[in-house]
């Protein structure tokens, strides 16, 4: 299954087909993430998921440098400036493709920063498995992998993209085959409960006839929690209140309440990346 691409996405798409099927040529193994994914899997062939800004896409941590060395013989450059403030589990690379325009892949080595959120990578790539991306050789996450990437990474960004979100979620469970238990193991693997609870339930509202009333039912935190979210994130709406915040604002009140742990909402607001860029001394 295959959405309608974007006109937008025609050159991201062609230019990722080129370097996957050079990373194949090099024995690397590359998985499409986020809106590559879902646009090439999930999303039905009449459907927009709207416009995509880059391309994300993981690669195993020992063939990181491979990786960006091969972008980089492909025309790729990055912005030396940047990586001061960006957190060393991804890279971004830069394509000019004319008339002043550029188009940029996040090659990721982890899906989150490790010191900031731990996960079993070995387990995410051997649960992954061999699949296409137009054509050129990729793998794929499991599903219930990237179920539960997706609400994580929506909820690292404040829960800013909650509408599209919620649809990417329903055409996972709908359309990329997710094993609902396992949707389950793995919110509480990744202590991502609270989260995966929430969003799953305002997918399940709208979407009753796929069965996630389960992953509900099993993930509900403690009620004072339930009534405290549902306060920030009132059903019906693709907003939070606190979408009119600072966005530091914004995570200082929503983290600690969406993640299962106030060390885990810590340590995210310890080792963001932007400030160990500020506590980092200017260089003389």
């Known amino acids: 299954m295959s959405a309608a691409i974007n006109p937008q996405h025609v050159v ?3 230019h990722f ?18 809106g590559a994914h879902l646009v090439t899997s999930v999303y039905p062939a ?8 880059d391309v994300d896409f993981l690669v195993r941590p020992e063939q990181f440098e491979r990786a ?6 492909l025309g790729f450059y990055r912005k030396p400036l940047e990586e001061a403030g960006r957190a060393t589990h991804e890279r971004a690379y830069y394509l000019d493709v004319g008339g002043g325009r550029h188009i940029m892949f996040e090659a990721h080595r982890h899906l989150f920063d490790p010191v900031r959120f731990p996960l079993d990578h070995e387990g995410l790539w051997r649960r992954s498995a061999a699949s296409e991306f137009d054509g050129a050789p990729c793998r794929r996450l499991a599903p ?3 179920y539960v990437h997706i609400v994580f990474h929506d909820t690292l960004h404040r829960l800013t993209s909650l509408g599209r979100t919620l649809r990417d979620l329903e055409l996972l469970a709908r359309h990329g085959d997710a094993d ?3 949707i389950i193991y793995r919110a509480r693997e990744w202590r991502l409960t609270r989260a995966v609870w929430l969003l799953t339930k305002r997918v399940d509202a709208s979407a009753p006839e ?3 009333s389960r992953i509900v039912r099993e993930l509900a935190p403690a009620r004072s ?3 405290a979210l549902e306060l920030v994130v009132p059903e019906g709406r693709t907003e939070t209140r606190l979408s009119r915040l600072h966005h530091r604002l914004q995570a200082a009140l929503l983290w600690p309440l969406i993640l299962d742990s106030p060390l885990q909402a810590a340590r995210l607001a310890i080792t963001h990346p932007y400030v160990r860029y500020c506590l980092t001394p200017a260089p003389r």
């Open 68 to 73: 960006g060395s091969l972008l980089e013989g």
């Open 17 to 34: 087909r080129r370097f996957l099927v050079e990373a194949a040529k090099a024995g690397l193994d590359a998985a499409p993430l986020k």
């Open 46 to 53: 009449d459907a927009d998921r709207g416009v995509m800004a």
């Open 210 to 212: 796929l069965g996630l």
């Open 12 to 14: 991201l798409f062609h």
């Open 225 to 227: 929690v339930r009534a």
């Open 144 to 146: 219930e992998d990237h």
């Open 180 to 182: 609902l238990d396992l």
